[in-house]
């Protein structure tokens, strides 16, 4: 049972930053592997990156050197920080934690990229 809250979108111009967080209320955050997704509209859920309980990280082909995650346990707290954006990065992006067979999803925050 864990609560996430995700903030940080809003509108940003074809090669600009942005960094998303994502804090959850779980007491044994360290403990949970942690996701990134985005919609589109119209289109599917896609993954995007993720981090275990270790930090490992690990990304999608689509925003590989682009984007960072990490995560700060100290704050219940993981990152997306998304740099040269791009037009088609443009959708609400999801926080998922995970702990074995069960996941957890938080509501979204918009990412707009446009001029």
């Known amino acids: 049972q864990v609560q996430l809250v995700e903030s940080g979108g809003g509108l940003v111009q074809p090669g600009g930053s942005l960094r998303l967080s994502c804090a959850a209320s779980a007491s044994d955050f360290s403990i949970y592997n942690m996701d990134w997704y985005r919609q589109a509209p119209g289109e599917e859920r896609e993954w995007v990156a993720g981090?275990?309980?270790?930090?490992?990280?690990n990304y999608a082909d689509s925003v590989k050197g682009r984007i960072t995650i990490s995560r700060d346990n100290a704050k219940n707290t993981v990152y997306l920080q998304m740099n040269s954006l791009k037009p088609e990065d443009t959708a609400v992006y999801y926080c998922?934690?995970?702990?074995?067979?069960?996941?957890?999803w938080g509501q979204g925050t918009q990412v707009t990229v446009s001029s």
């Open positions: 998922r934690a995970a702990r074995g067979r069960h996941n957890d």
């Open positions: 981090i275990d309980s270790r930090g490992s990280p």
